[in-house]
């Protein structure tokens, strides 16, 4: 039998080789960390993350209120433009499609939140302002709001808004360039 010292180790097999080694989720150098897309893929995941959970807070506050997230999107929209926006600036500013603002317009009107009249600059186009109805409304959800934002943006300062704002406001106008490569790309089976 031998001796303790002279039986062999046994070691664990080596793990193979990623067969995907070198193929990253991103190539431009100052994405990649430490020579790979780890950091870059952490952030992405976070990001969505992040947009997800905003999404889904605002989605259930406005259950509460009778709305869909989009629905109170508009109306704080509207309420930004202050004396009147049409379909295209609310669809330009919330980053939907038109068609779908417009059915939401048409519903919220149908509620007596949002009024509609032809745009004294544009006769083809409507000027949509918010209701005293829409107004009430807001002052009871806009202090939750605000509650759920301290919670939700606790730590933020205006610098890191700005950077993340402008970082966000890079990857929407990259759209149109993102829409054609994916139309490119042949099917995979």
Not at 18 to 38: A, C, F, W
Not at 58 to 79: P, W, Y
Request: glycine content about 4%; charged content about 25%.
């Amino acid at each position: 039998m031998p001796s303790a010292h002279a039986r062999k180790r046994s070691t664990a097999p080596k793990a193979s080789a990623d067969p995907l080694d070198g193929l990253y989720t991103v190539s431009r150098p100052e994405l990649m960390v430490k020579g790979n897309d780890v950091a870059f893929r952490h952030f992405v995941s976070n990001l969505f993350a992040a947009a997800d959970i905003v999404w889904r807070a605002r989605g259930r506050l406005s259950q509460k209120f009778g709305m869909t997230a989009n629905q109170f999107a508009i109306l704080l929209a509207v309420r930004h433009f202050g004396t009147g926006a049409s379909v295209r600036q609310l669809a330009d500013h919330l980053k939907m499609v038109a068609a779908n603002v417009t059915k939401e317009v048409n519903i919220l009107a149908a509620e007596q939140l949002l009024a509609k009249a032809t745009d004294p600059k544009d006769s083809r186009a409507l000027s949509i302002t918010l209701t005293p109805k829409a107004f009430r409304l807001l002052r009871a959800l806009l202090p939750i709001s605000r509650e759920i934002n301290d919670i939700q943006y606790q730590g933020m300062t205006a610098a890191d808004m700005s950077t993340i704002s402008s970082a966000c406001a890079r990857i929407v106008e990259s759209e149109d360039q993102i829409l054609r490569l994916i139309a490119k790309v042949d099917v995979w089976k």
